[in-house]
């Protein structure tokens, strides 16, 4: 057992298929030249099933093909992941490779193809090599790939460390867990980035409060998350809820409703924070909250672009307390606000109160500015409304990794 | 007489002080350490004028003072600009110094103190030194410190180098001038970027007219670059025409109205490109060009998503054609377009032909994108909306600039 959160337990190593009749797996097909390249997410039954997707224009054919299976009867049963390669842009063919790897995926798990979603991520613009997703489809039923830790490698591209959990809690007096794994690191912004979120629970809901409870988190959790600013073509977050645990429905009129909802929040915050820490070239986790907004999206607006600008996340590189950058970030978000009554928080520390500055130590400063987890607040004096976003800093490192990723 | 343009001349060595009747200057008052910090433009009598400001909500102290001054007869004589220190967030000891600033620069040229306009940039928090500007202020007058290119030093922050430029042009058989001086570096977006740019002709032209002109040219050039995404508490673009050159009153109507249009707009355009081209740790230049939107407003979106976008500038720093995350960058603009019809060129070279990759030549793309200026252009197919804009390559260095500005 891990830390006590107020409702719910983090279960230690717990992952995706942690929850009851959840099996993961992962194996090394070709895409990549050693590391497992292929992932794949199981339920003994049908589980209730929701997503939510890139807003780019040019959405990638596998996210077509998944929103597909889960039109039908808004179930899934199992899910396949391939890296290296997004089968972005790369029209008729690629649509028609997309359901080709549903098809493969679903005969050889044995599940109807709309109970199958489909996701890719990595290079834009190349044809998925079918022959070799082929071959690797055909072994996800040997015993030696399974395992949800070749899972969260499987799905990774850039990133340098699995991002997985599970945490436990009780509705009904039945204990119902929910697990998650995700890949970010480059493309990482609100509205979907190049991210992946697979949540499984076995917690029994119906899919469409399923569906309105995902939205509501991901815009507070994955959304709330910048690495670039860039917003991929492949993004998506699946949640699959299989309800072996048989708990009475959760409608949000369960009593234990609330404790649901603040589990399944957990675990997606916690995976898109595991995001933003892992950003290509980051260093160091950062948190802006924003309080005293006129209103919650107002508060969204700025804290997004606190987080986004390049100049702040430069600074905090440096380790230099330079909230001139901070407070430019504030009035660039084109949100009403009264730059008189703007304080701005790092850390503890008081470095500006109402619109001017506040005589503060360097030194304490600039040793916050160097913790693992930086945290900015800004308090508004305008009203209520909040809004709490993460990201990382810009380093060298990020240059490096993104003036060389293809060649 | 340099290079030939459909209506104009670029004049050798122009600046900021050879249209008739313009002088400028610069001197070191001690608000950095050695550099020239202190810079002036004077016209020998009132010159029409009008300005365009930053949007950011924290607008600094020596933006509200000079729109009191155009305000009150729309007319300029003098401007006084210091590098160093920007005098925002700097509440009523700000706006007081800015002020006195203005009084006591236009006490020293002998106008009238809403004949005088102040501009700051540097950092942000920071009270001016009164003291140092006071003694600077009390030698304007000194034949010594005259000359366009002090003027264009004095005003640089970040920048490598000084940015200036005239041009000569026929309205009813007179020679009128046009000459500009602007800074730039970091903090640069659209909609005004920590930038300076001030701009000066002996055209006769009443301050309606050129105001409407300035808004609308400032938004096809100095809206149209972005260094960082950044937008300054700072950024004003002003423009004074003394009518020395005795024109007949320029107006819409007037025959050679477009003549002085494309001028004027040749030189913030060019001044623009300078900044973008200057942007802190950049080494080239970037032209985006958008055709085929379905409006112009549509095209400008999207240009300014690809222009914005760190990982397409690193790839252009990385000298790689991945046309992928331009194609990223134009589905998260948020514009509506037809994925389908999409083509991207790399300088000449096709690269996506609607919206699937094109076969090309890397290693003529990669000799493109080395190239000084480096061409990107989108066709969307759709109607005839189009937009250029211009920005810089993402480096190291731009890192280790902003990593370490401020300490």
Redesign the interface.
């Known amino acids: 057992m891990g830390d006590q959160q107020e409702h719910f337990h983090i279960i230690k190593n717990g992952n995706i298929a942690t929850a009851k009749g959840f099996q993961a797996g992962g194996l090394h097909c070709g895409l990549r030249k050693k590391k497992i390249d292929l992932g794949w997410v199981y339920s003994e039954v049908p589980a209730q099933a929701a997503g939510v997707y890139t807003?780019?224009?040019?959405?990638a054919a596998p996210l077509k093909v998944t929103q597909e299976s889960i039109a039908k009867e808004n179930q899934l049963q199992a899910v396949i992941v391939n890296s290296a390669i997004?089968n972005?842009?790369?029209?008729e063919q690629g649509l028609q490779d997309a359901y080709d790897m549903r098809k493969l995926f679903a005969e050889t798990m044995g599940v109807e193809e709309h109970l199958a979603a489909v996701a890719s991520t990595g290079?834009?613009?190349?044809l998925l090599p079918m022959e070799k997703l082929q071959k690797g489809i055909s072994q996800v039923n040997d015993q030696e790939h399974l395992g949800a830790e070749k899972f969260e490698t499987a799905i990774l591209t850039t990133d340098t460390k699995e991002k997985g959990i599970a945490i436990e809690l009780e509705i009904d007096g039945e204990t119902v867990t929910i697990g998650g794994a995700a890949k970010g690191s480059?493309?990482i912004?609100p509205?979907m980035a190049t991210m992946l979120g697979f949540v499984t629970t076995d917690a029994n809901i119906s899919s469409n409060h399923l569906t309105d409870t995902l939205k509501a988190i991901t815009n507070k959790s994955f959304n709330m998350i910048t690495v670039?600013?860039?917003?991929?073509?492949n993004d998506m977050v699946l949640v699959l809820a299989n309800g072996q645990a048989e708990n009475k429905e959760l409608t949000p009129d369960h009593k234990d409703w609330e404790t649901f909802y603040e589990g399944l929040k957990f675990v997606c915050e916690y995976l898109a924070k595991e995001i933003a820490r892992d950003g290509e070239g980051a260093t160091r986790l950062v948190e802006v909250n924003v309080e005293g907004a006129f209103t919650d999206e107002s508060a969204t607006g700025i804290a997004k672009s606190i987080i986004?600008?390049?100049?702040v996340k430069?600074?905090i590189?440096?380790a230099?307390a330079?909230?001139?950058?901070i407070?430019?970030?504030?009035?660039?978000?084109?949100e009403?606000?009264d730059?008189d009554k703007v304080s701005i928080y790092l850390g503890d520390i008081l470095v500006?109160e109402n619109?001017?500055?506040h005589p503060f130590d360097e030194e304490a400063a600039k040793e916050h500015l160097l913790e693992d987890e930086v945290k900015i607040l800004a308090k508004l004096g305008d009203a209520n409304g909040r809004a709490t976003a993460w990201g990382c800093d810009?380093?060298?490192e990020?240059?490096?990794i993104?003036?060389?990723?293809?060649?």
Not at 55 to 59: A, E, Y
Not at 88 to 91: K, R, S
Not at 228 to 233: A, L
Not at 308 to 311: I, P, T
Request: charged share 10%; proline share 3%.
């Open positions: 807003t780019n224009s040019f959405q997004a972005a842009c790369t029209g290079l834009i613009g190349e480059g493309m912004h509205n670039d600013g860039d917003t991929s073509t986004s600008s390049n100049l430069t600074a590189h440096g230099d330079n909230w001139g950058r407070i430019t970030a504030i009035g660039y978000s084109g009403s606000l730059p500006v619109g001017v500055p810009l380093s060298y990020y240059v490096r993104n003036a060389s990723y293809r060649t």
